[in-house]
């Protein structure tokens, strides 16, 4: 079985890399599931329910979220689909914590998989969430059955993103980093779960990780405290990663990066 876990999609740009590269992948790799972070879709915040619509008609089955899930009101509709996880360890007590799921099950060439969002301790959220890693611990004990378990880690530092790996290898098939959009080189299989500290973004290269860079570049010298996260209009990437698992064993066989510049014709 091959999935393909493509990352976070950032803007115009990065749903335009999805309209142009998924239908050619999904086809050389013989994809059979397509999972997608889309915290980012719609403007550079969150998902709209037109651009929720739009992915699903490009052949994106699943989606998973982070940080930037709430900005837009309508996700709260998004957030009713059967096809979406948000971060699992947002509070309960808290309106956010109120809709949506954390984890969904869902069934492919009779295999049963689990999809699982999380966000870290380490990406700002405003002290919305939970510490992951207890109430994943906890989790798991309940849920552990199903044939191959994907895990979307949300989180800032690479080095929280590896210390989930160490606590949860062995324990999950895929643990997927996102948030950051650099896609990192350290793809791997440990004890039989397949690894990346960041799968990478899918938007307009050229700026800052998908973002225009003028406000961005007056906070780093000092100009400004704040930017914009405004979505680049600049050629695109394609950042994914296919996960093989083996059919008899359900164990991770291969984890591959995908990493596609738009080609830009120069007169």
């Known amino acids: ?41 719609t403007h550079g915040r969150s998902l709209s329910i037109k651009h929720y619509n739009e992915l699903k008609q490009l052949g994106i089955n699943y989606f998973t979220f982070g940080n930037h899930t709430w900005y837009l009101e309508e996700i709260y509709d998004v957030l009713k689909q059967k096809d979406v996880v948000r971060p699992m360890n947002i509070k309960k007590t808290l309106e956010q914590g109120k809709y949506g799921t954390g984890s969904i099950v869902f069934k492919i060439k009779n295999k049963t998989i689990r999809l699982t969002n999380l966000i870290g301790n380490t990406c700002d959220v405003h002290d919305l969430q939970e510490n992951p890693f207890p109430l994943f611990e906890e989790f798991l004990k309940k849920h552990h059955k199903e044939d191959i378990h994907i895990v979307d880690f949300h989180t800032e530092t690479t080095s929280e993103k590896n210390a989930f790996l160490l606590t949860f290898a062995n324990k999950v098939s895929a643990i997927i980093g996102t948030h950051t959009h650099i896609q990192t080189a350290d793809e791997r299989i440990y004890e039989n779960t397949a690894y990346i500290t960041d799968v990478g973004m899918n938007g307009g290269t050229n700026g800052v990780i998908g973002a225009e860079a003028d406000t961005i570049l007056n906070m780093f010298m000092g100009k400004s405290d704040r930017f914009k996260l405004t979505p680049a209009n600049a050629p695109y990437q394609f950042n994914a990663v296919v996960l093989s698992f083996d059919d008899k064993t359900n164990k991770p066989k291969d984890i591959k990066r995908i990493f596609i510049r738009e080609k830009v014709t120069t007169k």
């Open 1 to 41: 079985m091959n999935i393909l876990f493509i990352g976070d999609i950032f803007g115009k740009q990065g749903r335009k890399a999805i309209r142009n590269e998924l239908p050619k992948i999904i086809k050389n790799e013989k994809i059979d599931c397509v999972i997608a972070n889309a915290e980012n879709t």
